[in-house]
């Protein structure tokens, strides 16, 4: 079931057998790692090593009952002792907490990963002195799979070293307590505040609920066919069951070179043609199933293969079996010439990665210490075998099928047994009505976060929106109260928040106001005119060149006001307005805009700022009503879909109501 590694001692590295260089993961891959209490507590145990010894051996007798049978996608789940000076884990770092790692490649079928969770909380609910923690090539996937339910503060740059799973719950560090925990302080802090550190229900519940059908749901995942197959390959998957997951991975990750070894099928197929196929029951998942059946791969000219017209069925389970033997020739053929399986017994090969460890601390063989070091691991070796045979078969593939094809054996021996029909495979293709299912309830948590972000958004009453939906209680105002509120509001890169705690005078921004309105308004002064009979003079000063620019640094400007600074600005205000409308006067932009009722008088009436031919064309905008005016508009040519007009006022929790002219359409 898991891999083993070498019986550490108290000064002794640590060495992982399946021990990875590569400095990424593969993104197919979930890690875990388990914590006891003990390493974390003020008294721990004298011998770490054994410690840890002991606690991996009834883990693996532990989850022996839920593994035994199941078929795992690409590898077994491993498990591996990581101590210090030399841990193994890749969630180490500089931490010397000393613990049990794992991993488990998933690949195509994700129901492996969500299996080992399942795994990791049942461990966790019988082994309660424990905190475990997992993740995968994204990160923290448990708060990925709650993400609708978590509070706002945790992000994935803040989430490291906070979520655990203990005493069969999930749990999560909160910032308040610990703002930048690193892995010890966290585990202390999990041991010494239970209650604080479980994360809330609803998270709870969308956890657990993707994990509730285990572990019935992995026997459902589970398919078995009748196919036919050479009495070698027969032979090999009868004996060791698990070697179906590489024949699937051999057959499916095909290539040009292992094609080769297919065509010609020396080690399952040494008499061609004349090899008689036998009927066998083959279990794998449902995603080595979809995998074979859904490429389609010629027979090689030695294959024999019995004729379509005479027996489909029998066709097509000789079809099925020539994709798993190739498959298992491809891998077989290639594991062997990679020389990846090392000669001998696999203690001997265990002996071997001790040794090159540090374990034996260069002892010479014969020796008192030396045997009394040896006979330690074969002890360990011995009583965790059991539990990792499948680890074992699967690591030494080429080993392990050259002694089972050297026992005797042949077709009759098949023959007498008589194979249950294959199950039904319908759920291959009539997958529709699961995938609705699915996309439902993920809708339902969407509809229920947006309904819950509402009434947070919604702000006190007088001065937020409506959230009445009844035409008659729908205030317009709200509208342009909501959106000058949300201007208001700080923005970032995350969306618009409204500031906590936030002081004015904050330094962020150094803005002379003075200086800025002089330098504006002197530049502004420089395109317009102050009388109609100044058009020479305004012309004359736009033709200036840049060298004028410069001299407004100075600050004795002879351009800047003479009145005092209220005049000034509105002198500046003025201008500035003229200039704009000036620029926009041949354009169709102001005629989008609806003016003020009444307001037909000339705001600069009696001032030399603003050109008379501008003045009699000047009225004041309703910028409120245009506001509302064009959220209407936008939220009508919607047509009750969504859009951004619904999208935006839905975020400041105004809801409008049903547009009528659109229920027609």
Not at 69 to 93: D, F, M, N, R, V
Not at 124 to 134: E, Q, T
Not at 596 to 625: C, H, I, L, R, Y
Not at 641 to 665: F, I, R, Y
Request: aromatic share 8%; glycine share 4%.
């Amino acid at each position: 079931m898991a891999a083993m590694t070498p019986p550490p001692r108290d000064s002794v590295p640590t060495a992982s057998v399946f021990s990875s260089s590569r400095s990424r993961p593969p993104d197919d891959t979930v890690f875990f790692a388990i914590f006891p209490d003990c390493f974390v507590s003020d008294s721990p145990p004298p011998s770490p090593a054994h410690y840890l010894q002991s606690l991996h051996l009834r883990i693996l007798q532990f989850l022996s009952p839920h593994t035994s049978s199941y078929i795992w996608q690409h590898e077994p789940l491993s498990l591996t002792i990581s101590a210090p000076p030399s841990p193994s884990c890749p969630c180490s770092g500089k931490s010397s907490v000393p613990h049990l790692h794992g991993k488990l490649r998933f690949g195509d079928n994700i129901e492996d990963e969500w299996f080992t969770v399942f795994l990791l909380f049942e461990i966790s609910r019988n082994f309660p002195s424990l905190s475990i923690r997992v993740w995968d090539n994204d990160g923290e996937f448990l708060l990925i799979e709650a993400a609708f339910h978590l509070p706002r503060w945790i992000d994935p740059e803040n989430s490291e070293n906070r979520v655990f799973i203990r005493r069969g719950d999930l749990r999560i560090v909160p910032k308040k307590r610990l703002p930048n925990p690193s892995l010890p302080e966290s585990l202390k802090f999990l041991v010494n505040f239970e209650i604080d550190s479980r994360a809330a229900e609803p998270i709870q519940k969308a956890v657990k609920d993707r994990i509730s059908d285990y572990p019935g749901r992995a026997r459902r995942n589970t398919h078995c066919v009748r196919v036919r197959v050479p009495v070698s390959v027969a032979q090999v998957l009868t004996h060791e069951p698990c070697l179906i997951s590489l024949a699937v991975e051999g057959f499916y990750d095909r290539d040009i070179d292992t094609m080769k070894y297919a065509a010609k099928m020396e080690k399952f197929l040494s008499r061609g043609r004349q090899e008689e196929l036998v009927c066998v029951a083959v279990k794998m998942s449902r995603a080595m199933y979809a995998q074979l059946m859904q490429q389609k791969f010629q027979p090689p000219k030695c294959y024999p293969m019995p004729n379509r017209s005479e027996d489909l069925t029998a066709y097509l389970e000789a079809e099925l079996g020539m994709k798993i033997a190739c498959g298992l020739e491809m891998i077989y053929q290639l594991r062997r010439k990679e020389g990846v399986d090392a000669r001998g017994s696999n203690f001997e090969k265990y002996k071997d990665i001790l040794e090159k460890s540090g374990y034996f601390e260069g002892l010479l063989p014969g020796s008192m210490e030396y045997k009394r070091l040896r006979e330690f691991a074969e002890e360990y070796y011995r009583k965790s075998s059991s539990a990792v045979r499948t680890s074992e078969t699967m690591s030494d593939p080429v080993r392990r099928i050259d002694d089972i094809l050297a026992m005797p054996d042949s077709a009759d021996s098949f023959k007498q047994h008589e194979v249950p029909a294959s199950d039904d495979d319908s759920w291959l293709y009539g997958g529709e009505s699961e995938l609705n299912d699915a996309l439902q309830v993920r809708q339902k948590e969407i509809d229920q976060y947006n309904v819950q972000l509402r009434k947070k958004s919604k702000e006190p009453e007088g001065s937020g929106p409506s959230s009445s939906t009844n035409v008659d209680d729908f205030n317009l105002q709200d509208m342009a109260r909501s959106m000058q509120a949300f201007v208001e509001k700080v923005s970032s890169f995350e969306g618009a928040e409204v500031p906590e705690n936030r002081k004015s005078g904050d330094g962020e921004v150094d803005l002379d106001v003075d200086r800025f309105l002089k330098d504006m308004e002197s530049v502004m002064k420089r395109y317009v005119p102050e009388s109609k009979d100044g058009d020479a003079e305004s012309e004359e000063e736009a033709s200036s060149s840049d060298m004028e620019f410069d001299e407004l640094d100075s600050e004795d400007d002879i351009m800047a006001p003479d009145g005092d600074n209220e005049d000034g600005e509105d002198r500046f205000s003025q201008s500035y307005s003229a200039a704009l409308n000036q620029e926009l006067k041949n354009s169709t932009v102001g005629k989008s805009f609806v003016q003020a009722d009444g307001q037909t008088s000339k705001p600069n009436e009696g001032t030399s700022n603003v050109p008379v031919e501008m003045e009699e064309d000047f009225s004041p905008v309703d910028v409120d009503f245009n506001l509302v005016k064009n959220l209407l508009d936008s939220f009508s040519s919607q047509q009750g879909q969504p859009g951004p007009a619904s999208n935006l006022l839905g975020l400041m929790g105004v809801h409008l109501p049903e547009d009528s002219s659109s229920k027609g359409k």
